[in-house]
């Protein structure tokens, strides 16, 4: 991920708000029961197959489906804010878990140099001077690793981590606007 950059693309931000809008267009003018074929199994559908990129995201195909088909199970009677609200607690899961691996680069690399240090610490005075010294070095060598090169790498892979979460704000727009009867992008 630090060196690929983001998964998406521009094109697939422009797909996915095109897949979202024929979506809820479906959902607007033919009913629940027309969009819950689409939803329930996104592999045969018609729709999602014009979009193979956004099918093969089966986190994001995830959200779109398990959030229509909340609302194809009640009919289109559920409040807006309450599908916004599924959608926030499946978006933040879902980000957690991105983030993970860049969390525990960024701890590496803050204990990295720590633990260096502290593994010399219990030897006896005659061996402790020369332990110092390798210590030190270690410690530097954990420093320069950590700070030079560890928490860059985490610091551009949460970028690369934020970038590909756009994707998903953008699904929860579309779908959340055209509950409310707002124009479609």
């Known amino acids: ?23 809820m267009k479906m959902l607007r003018s033919e009913g629940p029961v027309a969009l819950e074929s689409h939803v329930t199994d996104p592999s045969t559908s018609a729709i999602f ?29 559920l409040e807006v804010h309450a599908v916004e609200e599924v959608m926030d607690n499946a978006m933040k899961q879902h980000f957690h878990e991105m983030h993970e691996p860049q969390h525990a680069l960024q701890n590496v690399a803050a204990v990295r140099g720590v633990v260096k240090t502290m593994g010399s610490i219990d030897k006896p ?16 060598m954990g420093v320069l690793l950590a700070y ?16 590909d979460e756009q994707i998903f704000h953008a699904v929860k727009q579309v779908i959340i606007s055209s509950l409310h009867g707002w124009p479609q992008p």
């Open 148 to 163: 030079g090169i560890v928490a860059p790498m985490a610091g551009r892979l949460k970028q690369v981590i934020e970038a």
């Open 49 to 77: 197959a014009e979009f193979p990129r956004i099918l093969a995201n089966k986190e994001l195909t995830g959200l779109i489906c398990d959030t229509l088909t909340l609302i194809v199970v009640s009919s289109g009677t």
């Open 125 to 140: 005075p005659s061996v402790l001077g020369g332990m110092i010294g390798s210590a030190l070095v270690g410690t530097f």
């Open 1 to 23: 991920k630090v060196f690929k950059g983001p998964r998406h693309t521009k094109q697939d931000h422009i797909d996915v708000i095109i897949l979202s809008t024929k979506l």
